[in-house]
């Protein structure tokens, strides 16, 4: 049998069913994220049936993720303080009993209400997820485990839509929600049979104020960030939301820095370690949301490609980031993490300046140019980035530490949408003289969205470049501290 101590708790750990927990872990993870990507394809469909429009039905997802970024922090937190394990198998019984609610709605409003029940049950299975998985692994393990997490993601994300199709096609919309109750259920038991119910590290409380105030303000970042697009950025009700954030901010910090035991050490954040890490994967994932936003409709509107075919073009990436996160994890065990990160960032880079060749004749052959090192170069980037800001929290932070990873991913991706979606059709008007067609800039002539593609992806390997920048400064930073330290 395979044990350590841990250092802090002075408990033995028992790392022998570390590949019964990571099922346990995966299982959760394809649940959420299958869900999270099956749900957009349905949207027309729903429309229809439901007898609404595209503003209304767009909330069934926005709603989920909203949910998500304003709970994320505070379930990590809380597994901490009460033991992750009882959170984690809640999580699965919450979502597993919201899907069948979705699938059963009978209007649009209980459709809505039953998805933000069904994200908070996604909140508890990901947001502590990656930390059960990293206190079932030995540390020298870490990286691995994590990339074998980024493969599920991975996997989720391509499924989703492959699988909502097939499913909507032949039985309507509402089976892709009952779908996940055999899925629930065998989570459940395997979260219950096997994610050792570890005590958590006594002394600690709930922050309750400074969750509320970190709660909210990450509601009204979301929420101007999402809703931006829609109303301007410069509109009152989204200036009022950002302004509203700064003031949560600060209020957060205040009660932080007089709380004996807060919900996050401010510390923390000194060691470049974590700082780097967090900053330099939400700026990935900005960069990642142009393939989310942009791509399906360059691809069916501007090339002319049939949709069936961009969703097999589009899961090339995922599919090769899913392929390579395990190997980047285990190997960045063995010889570090921040190198590893900088050539992904890197191989990136060289992905987002090759796209400005491409035009309304580009083949499915040349994009893959595009496709192949963009996965290549995040799925070598990602593992070590996850196993960078895991490895920089104190066991006692460990689900907060997962929820931090994920609230990254999350508002990376949210942020990524609004601000490079509102520069591409502001480029795209910028094109046509200022003003877009009575459809929007996806009514624009295709050589004027692929002009203002050429802007959006410089646009978006600047940030990278910044980043990587970034990433150098962090590992001199790291070099003076253990030189420090030796």
Known sequence: MSTTRSPETSGIIDYSRKWLVM????????????DSSIVNIAFPTLVQDLGTTFNVIQWVSLAYLLTNATFTLGVGRLGDVVGKKKLYVLGFAIFTVASVLCGISPTVGWLIGFRVMQALGAVLIMALGSAILVEAFPPHERGKALGYVGSAVSVGIITGPAL?????????????????????????????????????????????????????????????????????????????????????????????????????????????????SVLSGFLAFVCLSVTFLLMPFYLEDIVGLQVGFVGLLLGVQPLVMGLVSPVSGSLSDRIGIRRLTLIGLAIVLVALLVFRSFDADTTPAQFLLFAIPLGLGLGIFQSPNNSAIMGSVPPSYMGLGGGIMTLTRLLGITTGVAVLGSLWAANVATQLGGSLPPGGATDAPAWAQVEALHTTMTVAAAIIGLTLLIGVWGLRQEGRLRSTAG
Do not use: H
């Open 164 to 276: 909502g199709g097939l499913i909507i096609s032949g039985f309507g919309w509402r089976p892709i929600f009952l779908v996940n109750l055999p899925i629930g259920i065998i989570g459940t038991w395997l979260a219950i049979r096997n994610v050792p119910d570890t005590s958590p590290v006594p002394g600690q409380r709930f922050d309750v104020p400074g969750t509320i105030l970190l709660s909210l303000a990450l509601l009204s970042l979301s929420g101007a960030v999402t809703l931006g697009q829609d109303l301007g950025f410069t509109s009152a009700p989204i200036v009022a939301a950002f302004a509203a954030f700064v003031v949560l901010v600060a209020a957060f910090i205040r009660v932080e820095l007089r709380s004996p035991s807060p919900m996050i050490q401010l510390r923390l954040f000194s060691n470049p370690m974590l700082s780097v």
């Open 23 to 34: 099922a346990a872990v995966v299982a959760g993870i394809l649940l959420a994220t299958i």
